[in-house]
């Protein structure tokens, strides 16, 4: 009996010690640098870029993968759990982890990085239910806001590396206001009767305020919603009586949608091309062009310019 105590007691204390390693593994003061998990690509990138050599940055949602529906798996939580910092999109972008950033906030500095953006900026869902579009990263300048939002907290959680966090911003953003720049000039080079964007579903609908282009989507804002047999009869005659060359498909949602719609168009006489696949709500591939924001943006500009042209 006394000896099963002593084992008992042994193993515990063995069990203290071996937590509390792990628990000092996965703070700033082992590796030097901030532990930050991310949700979309596109947050991760902005931490990359404005963090520099200070942070250690993980992104749960890789290439192709859609957040509307992304459930966190255990691995995510305990990603979530070690990190010193969380940046999420909100707006209800992440729908199914709402509760988790809820639940992460009371222990851990966790931030959507559309806090600063103001409310009057943003667009509605066309289908009249509460809330905003949260696809602000479609407006380039939207991101730049993103980008503050992302360097003020850094500073706000490690003061002394204050001016690199404000070196890297200021040379990202120059980067972003020319992709702005670039995007705006490129969109109003295509004829004002044929800018028009067809997509699954409604991810662009800031990037046609910002830029001047009509945007039209089969399934809604969210994927989460279902299309039905009278959006693909719409946007099929909408696509016959104006003449629309192209439509896209997106990485990040099955292309049954908006095949279904060419092929409609098809049986009416009007032949419709699919001008390329855009990325919408994930980025491309991690070492590909793509798999950067400002190549994933310059990749959907040039890709609907070049069908609509
Ligand atoms: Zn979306």
Redesign the pocket.
Known sequence: MFKSKMVLAVFMVFAIIVAGCSNQSSSKKETGKIKVTTTIGMIKDIVDEVGGNHVETIGLMKSGVDP?LYKASQGDIRKLDQADMIFYNGLHLEGKMVDIFEQMSKKKVTVAVSKDIPESEFRSWDDGTEGHDP?IWFNVKHWISATNTVRDELIKFDSKHKEDYEKNAEQYIKKLEELDKYTEEQISSIPKETRVLVTA?D?FGYFGDAYNIKVMGLQGI??ASEYGSKDVSELRDYLVNNKIKAVFVESSVPKKAINAVVEGAKKKGHEVKIGGELF??AMGEEGTPEGKYIGMVKHNVDTIVNALK
């Open positions: 509307h696809h579903h991810a969210s994927t919408s709500d």
